[in-house]
């Protein structure tokens, strides 16, 4: 089997925390036929079986359930997302066109940051699970601006009136079939569930909400200080890459109007376990160097480590959850007559 050692051009930084090439040959069966292998594998069965019944159970996809009360209405699916909510801001008296210009700022300069360490540190950066999420940050810029644009050119057709289901029809036509107590609530939104891609964004939008906590406070509070007391420095680039991600992800999050059902959590353990399989499959073929040392299935703590880094999403995700319903709860309080709440 080919073996591949740390490339000599990566950043110092990255050198404090790079291993070498195990002493271990992963490509050998004996390295995969063990009791350690055998209990991470558990784990990632019963978080994978976890994940898909949380998706298939609760994930909307334009359907509704009926009410558990007797007037036989029906109660909106958690996992709704309607077509508006993907680029629909907050607050009313915020024009759509703030929204896109800063999600186009954000993918451009996520872009840029990416291209450079890409070109800085060549291809093999790509096996971290940082540069996964920030690619995956990135995307979810650029898809935003795109649903954006659309959203901001069906603002000013209804604005100017040249769509036959404007705002005031929609707006009319709730009033008649909601009670008076709903209707200046329910007359900010939009009937049109979302397509392919507003349901795409949504989940990409809950994926990055964990996956770029968890990046970011593994390295400012675990890699920092262990690199602070080998007296290794930070560079620019690095900072702003474990920084800006967050800073632009929770400026959108103030901005948008998208909901933050719990259980889309399933697609965040999606996202780290389609990495995790990724790196044994390299390692099952290639003897190359683990990125992270807890990946490495040849310690006896290697089950610990897994089982840690998977209850460590857990506060990860409900620590932005949380951020959300606060936001919604602010805004609701500040600006009762301008805040359009997610369904």
């Known amino acids: 089997m080919a073996s591949l050692t740390s490339p000599s051009s990566y950043t ?56 558990d009360g007797g007037d036989g209405g029906e109660k909106e699916w958690s996992g709704n997302v309607y077509e508006d909510e993907t680029w629909r801001p907050c607050l009313r008296n915020i024009h759509p066109a ?14 840029i940051m990416l291209i450079v360490i890409g070109l800085v540190d060549g291809p093999t950066i790509f096996f971290y699970y940082t540069q996964w999420t920030f690619a995956l940050i990135t995307l979810y810029f650029g898809l935003g601006s795109l649903l954006s644009l659309h959203g901001c050119y069906k603002y000013n057709k209804r604005a100017a009136g040249d769509r036959v289901d404007s705002i005031e029809a929609i707006d009319s036509e709730r009033a008649r079939s909601k009670g008076s107590d709903h209707t200046l609530q329910q007359s ?33 509070f675990i890699l920092v200080p262990f690199l602070e007391i080998h007296d290794y420095s930070l560079n620019v680039l690095v900072i702003n890459m474990h920084s800006l991600n967050a800073i632009f992800l929770l400026g959108d999050a103030a901005l ?41 299935l040849s310690s006896h703590y290697a089950p610990l480590w897994y089982f840690s880094v998977a209850v460590m999403h857990l506060p990860c995700y409900g620590a932005f959850a949380l951020l959300v319903k606060l936001k919604h709860r602010l805004l609701q309080r500040w600006f009762p007559e301008s805040y359009q709440s997610p369904r």
């Open 12 to 67: 110092e930084l990255k050198d404090a925390w790079h291993p070498s090439t195990t002493t271990v040959d992963t490509t050998e069966s004996s390295y995969w036929f063990n009791w350690r292998v055998m209990i991470c594998c558990i784990w990632m069965a019963v978080a994978m079986v976890i994940t898909a019944f949380l998706i298939f159970k609760y994930e909307g996809f334009r359907r509704k359930r009926s009410g």
């Open 98 to 111: 703030w929204l896109l210009a800063f999600r186009a700022v954000a993918f451009f300069v996520l872009l």
């Open 188 to 220: 900010q939104y939009s009937s049109n569930p979302a397509g392919f891609w507003g349901y795409v964004f949504q989940i990409i939008f809950q994926m990055n909400a964990g996956a770029v906590l968890l990046t970011d406070c593994v390295f400012w």
């Open 256 to 296: 948008n109007s998208l909901s933050f059902p719990c259980f889309r959590i399933a697609y965040f353990f999606s996202w780290t376990i389609a990495y995790v399989l990724f790196q044994w499959t390299l390692h099952s073929f290639v003897h190359i160097w683990w990125p992270y040392p807890f990946l490495d």
